[in-house]
């Protein structure tokens, strides 16, 4: 097989969304050490952005979620990304399909519904590790096991 | 003389903890049963060094290890509660850093280690004062 050809594509995206994004390649530790998601390794900026944008856009042409164009009104940024063929076919069925206008919303949308993702995962996993501490302390497996399944 | 500290495999540790949560980590440890043809032995103070942690302790001791680590008065969640949460309940490190409040991946990490390798010092220093189990103490 022939090795897949990329291209460095320019998303822009909002100052506010670029700025989070930055903090999150930080959190991630994502210039120093690759990480694990989905079986993937992830080991660029670039690489990461194309895993989410593939994630929505994904979600999206498969039914899990509704279309919802967000438009932040704000002046934008330029993230470079390397697109592989196989992204750049599934982000064009995307556009193509309606999930967004364009490749910069496309990215947008993933951006921001990745950040709100995050957040209510981390309200909820906060809730979780409290119930966890506080069953640990009768360390119950069968307690322990059933936390979580009504959340 | 300083207790004997052998090293031992995160995926030990994960096979051990997930063993307990399914409860199928007694049977060998049920006061008759005797361990034949893994070690060779059926006296759990001779030649024991090799044997895996799932060998080693039972139910009563993985519990009684969380019961303690889940008592320590700290404002953040316990050692317990980030091992248990990782390893048994398998949310990511990075989820467990968001939650916890860390400021990146990488100190979830080192809090990680720390967290599985207090699990372990209570968990071995459980095993040596019993008597019924023959240990070098």
């Not at chain 1, 498969?62 to 279309?67: A, K, M, Q, S, T």
């Not at chain 1, 309606?98 to 996993?125: C, I, M, T």
């Not at chain 2, 700290?74 to 398998?90: D, F, H, K, S, W």
């Not at chain 2, 850093?97 to 967290?115: K, N, T, V």
Request: glycine share 8%; hydrophobic share 40%.
């Amino acid at each position: 097989m022939g090795k897949a050809k990329s291209r460095s594509i320019n998303l822009c995206i909002s100052e506010s969304l670029v700025s989070r994004f930055d903090e999150e390649i930080d959190f991630l530790n994502l210039r120093v050490q690759s990480f694990h998601v989905d079986e993937q390794i992830i080991r660029s900026k670039s690489g990461f952005l194309k895993w989410l944008i593939g994630q929505y856009a994904q979600a999206h042409l498969d039914g899990l979620r509704d279309c919802e164009v967000i438009d932040l009104g704000e002046s934008s940024e330029v993230i470079p990304c390397y697109l592989d063929r196989a992204s750049e076919g599934l982000w064009n069925v995307a556009v193509k399909n309606g999930v967004a206008p364009s490749f910069n919303a496309l990215a947008e949308s993933a951006l921001y519904h990745y950040f709100d993702r995050q957040h209510k995962n981390q309200e909820r996993l906060q809730h979780l590790v409290g119930l966890y501490k506080e069953a640990l302390q009768r360390a119950n497996p069968a307690e322990l096991a059933a936390i979580g399944e009504g959340l | 003389m300083k207790q004997y500290m052998p090293l031992y495999s995160t995926d030990e540790l994960t096979a051990l903890l997930r063993s307990w949560q399914h409860g199928g980590l007694d049977g060998i440890h049920s006061p008759n049963a005797v361990v034949v043809g893994v070690v060779g032995c059926d006296r759990p103070a001779k030649g024991f060094r090799a044997e895996s942690l799932l060998q080693r302790f039972s139910s009563a001791d993985v519990s009684s290890v969380f019961r303690q680590m889940a008592a320590a008065a700290e404002p953040m969640p316990t050692y317990g509660a980030i091992v248990y949460a990782n390893v048994v309940q398998c949310h990511p490190l990075q989820d467990l850093a968001r939650a916890i409040g860390l400021a990146d991946c990488s100190e979830a990490q080192s809090l990680l280690i720390r967290a599985e390798d207090a699990f372990m010092n209570l968990l071995l220093g459980h095993l040596v004062p019993k008597q019924d189990r023959g240990a070098n103490g």
